[in-house]
């Protein structure tokens, strides 16, 4: 099976401007997540999909955004771009097993974000 | 003014040596626990989890251990080799706390190990 893949690998902006970042989860896993990382916050979550649902959020800003797709893949976007938005961005699928109160997430490689 | 980083600790062994990493987690409630590891350029990658139910876990060299009362996790790995080198991270989760929760991981801080040949 394909792990979690993300695109693109390395992204470089200017402040002010606007990014989107993409994440197809493993074949069959329906919860996408996404996490901020950085040196300074460490690993920090964002949201969480589950049938095109947003279910959970982190304590981000409303410039940070996301959708999901019916085939389960995802979207995050970025809009209004600061310095202290350089990070890497990190999707994580799951195929929860909700009965035996397991939650394996599965992480893509990321994609670096750099602001200017 | 200026942001610190996190002074992640470190940990550094002999290859072959046994390796005990620690992690203090955040909520009481947490019910689900994963470590994972982190090598430099990738994304995390799942080592093994253990649910409150429990308090010990084997897996393939490694061990995790989970002390509720302290609110504790230990994660050790035997027999160390120069590939464990990597940051080691623990996560929460309150996987029974209705669907809402389940998405999300609160992760440690991590913890650097370093495998000397």
């Known amino acids: 099976k394909a792990g979690v893949t993300q695109t693109p690998r390395y992204l470089i902006k200017t402040r002010g401007q606007q990014v989107t970042l993409s994440c197809s989860p493993i074949s069959g896993h329906r919860s996408v997540s996404w996490y901020q990382q950085t040196p300074g916050q460490g690993l920090q979550f964002l949201f969480e999909?589950?049938?095109?649902?947003?279910?959970n959020k982190g304590n981000f800003p409303g410039r940070f955004s996301g959708r999901q797709f019916s085939n389960s893949r995802s979207e995050m976007n970025v809009s209004t771009l600061e310095l202290g938005d350089s990070a890497l961005y990190l999707c994580?699928?799951?195929?929860?097993?909700?009965?035996?109160?397991?939650?394996?997430?599965?992480f893509g490689a990321g994609t670096r974000l750099s602001v200017l | 003014g200026e942001s610190v980083g996190l002074h992640l600790p470190t940990l550094s062994v002999q290859e072959g040596d046994n390796s005990i990493i620690n992690c203090a987690y955040s909520n009481s409630a947490s019910d689900y626990f994963i470590w994972y590891k982190q090598e430099s350029g990738k994304g995390p990658q799942f080592i093994i989890d253990?649910?409150?139910?429990?308090d010990k876990r084997q897996g393939q060299r490694v061990t995790v251990l989970l002390n509720k009362t302290v609110k504790h996790l230990s994660l050790q790995i035997a027999a160390t080799q120069p590939g464990d080198s990597a940051v080691y991270f623990c996560?929460?989760?309150?996987?029974?706390?209705?669907?809402?929760?389940?998405?999300?991981?609160?992760f440690g801080q991590g913890t650097i190990l370093t495998v000397h040949p």
């Open positions: 994580a699928s799951s195929n929860i097993l909700a009965g035996e109160g397991k939650n394996i997430q599965y």
């Open positions: 996560a929460e989760n309150l996987a029974n706390a209705g669907c809402t929760s389940y998405g999300k991981l609160t």
């Open positions: 999909y589950f049938s095109e649902t947003q279910r």
């Open positions: 253990i649910r409150s139910n429990m």
